[in-house]
């Protein structure tokens, strides 16, 4: 509109400038004509782009379809295709070498598969990069996670709810193959005989959980399967089922990721599901060593059972959640019996002993502890590590974690002091307030239990201008009086 014309005018022009500046050649060029070429623009913003020495930015609106196709095209124009990047680096699980592979068609077939998504009409669909080769209909290839072949059935390009079938797709594109059995996210796919592993996919461990059940019995075995096919897709999405109150549990990122997994159940499944309040997971942990003697004697159809081991736990320097040290000669105990024996301690640390929570971050030794040449069983010593972990835990000094949430808040400057303040009142710790234009983006570690329903809070404080991101930064130790109050209330 002719109202708007000479500002915008004028803002383009300090657009060109700002691009020409990145370019001696351009900004000459500039300098001498006043003006420039909008594909010579176009081509260094490209290559400043691809070096990640600017970002274009695009305005638009999702909802009304507004600035949607010029975003399309930038992508295009200006976002690097698969040959302007670097090769692939990858490592041979056999040798443990360094592999490389160019993005060509003329390489080896390798591939990423980054995504699984339940469809009622095929299957499991596996969303897969192609980062070399080429891969065709029926062809037989390899997957990283289970070292078994897999046969493609299908290749399916995908456009959002279209799809169209393909007879082969080659390095750098996207496609969706069926026909994959044991398909997981993160595994990398190759050709038999050319084996590589790409940089695995690193997913945290789900910090919130909600007891979920279906409105009508009927419906618990549908509910399960259902479940269990989004537990496949999301690898931050888990389910259980507590041994204590047999209520089937769903685990995740966070109360927005746990929303829109019970619509997907409502809406796509209709299943009716009921939900209750969401809890925390927290995990326990030791502050001082513990040593603990486990015996297992026992008489087993006529066949005498005997497992005999002690241990000493203490807190892990380098935090590792778990980590397992042989510290017993072989006529002690005979080193064929170190899977038993870590099996057993694994078992037991998944149920603490003050609130029956997950124990991590402990270093095992195992110290001691005697053979039978005849009666000595893998059971036995799995059963007697068992007894000797929970007795030395005991001794430990055991703590209760809670997860610890990076948080940053943005808010107009003057609703700083309640949002701070709000913030103190749930034990958060602030290391950062920093102005970004006409807002302060207050950063702060916070127990995710005191997260919940955060959103509807900052809204009131802030009369709907605050916004919040939130993720999950480690788990810490919970306060003695707040911790007290939850072993006394288990």
């Not at 060509?104 to 969303?127: C, I, N, R, T």
């Not at 050319?194 to 461990?205: G, H, N, R, T, Y």
Request: hydrophobic residues 35%; charged residues 25%.
């Amino acid at each position: 509109p002719e109202e708007y014309k000479a500002e915008a005018m004028e803002w383009r022009k300090k657009l060109i400038e700002a691009v020409a500046e990145t370019d001696e050649l351009l900004l000459e060029e500039y300098l001498s004509k006043g003006t420039l070429e909008i594909e010579k623009v176009k081509e260094v913003i490209r290559k400043e782009t691809i070096k990640c020495k600017i970002t274009p930015v695009f305005c638009g609106s999702a909802l009304k379809n507004k600035g949607i196709q010029p975003l399309l095209d930038a992508i295009v124009d200006y976002l690097p295709s698969p040959i302007d990047i670097p090769p692939v680096k990858g490592t041979n699980p056999e040798t443990g070498e360094e592999v490389v592979r160019e993005t060509s068609y003329k390489e080896p077939f390798a591939g990423l598969l980054f995504k699984v998504l339940y469809d009622p009409y095929v299957g499991y669909l596996s969303y897969v990069r192609v980062y070399s080769g080429k891969l065709k209909q029926n062809e037989t290839i390899i997957n990283s996670h289970t070292g078994r072949k897999e046969k493609v059935l299908n290749i399916l390009r995908i456009y959002a709810n279209k799809r169209e079938e393909m007879k082969e797709v080659y390095a750098g594109d996207i496609c969706g193959l069926v026909g994959l059995r044991s398909a997981l996210t993160g595994a990398t796919l190759y050709s038999p005989g050319k084996p590589i592993v790409l940089e695995a996919m690193q997913f945290p461990e789900p910090v919130i959980s909600v007891a979920v059940e279906p409105k009508s019995k009927a419906d618990q075995e549908k509910l399960e399967k259902v479940l269990k096919d989004l537990e496949l897709e999301d690898p931050t999405f888990r389910i259980h089922r507590d041994p204590e109150t047999a209520q089937l549990l769903i685990s995740g990122m966070g109360e927005l990721h746990i929303d829109v997994i019970i619509s997907r159940i409502r809406k796509d499944f209709n299943i009716p599901v009921n939900t209750s309040s969401p809890m925390v997971s927290l995990r326990e942990t030791i502050t001082a060593v513990g040593e603990g003697e486990g015996k297992f004697i026992k008489q087993s159809g006529g066949k005498n059972l005997y497992g005999h081991v002690v241990l000493r736990i203490e807190p892990h320097l380098q935090n590792k959640e778990f980590e397992l040290v042989w510290n017993v000669p072989p006529e002690m105990i005979p080193r064929e019996y170190l899977p038993a024996v870590e099996a057993g301690i694994r078992e037991a640390m998944e149920t603490g002993i003050l609130i029956g929570s997950p124990v991590r971050g402990v270093k095992v030794e195992v110290i001691g502890g005697s053979f039978s040449p005849d009666d000595s069983e893998e059971m036995a010593y799995k059963t007697a590590a068992y007894i000797a972990f929970k007795e030395a835990l005991k001794q430990a000094k055991p703590v209760l974690l809670e997860p610890l949430m990076s948080v940053k808040v943005t808010v107009p400057e003057a609703y700083v002091g309640d949002v701070i303040h709000n913030l103190n009142g749930k034990r958060a710790k602030i290391h950062q307030v920093q102005q970004k234009g006409e807002y302060e983006v207050i950063s702060a570690y916070v127990p995710l239990s005191n997260m919940l329903k955060y959103a509807t809070e900052l809204r009131s404080l802030t009369q709907g201008r605050g916004t919040y991101s939130m993720e999950f930064y480690s788990f810490e130790a919970i306060p003695e009086e707040v911790s007290q109050q939850m072993i006394l209330y288990k």
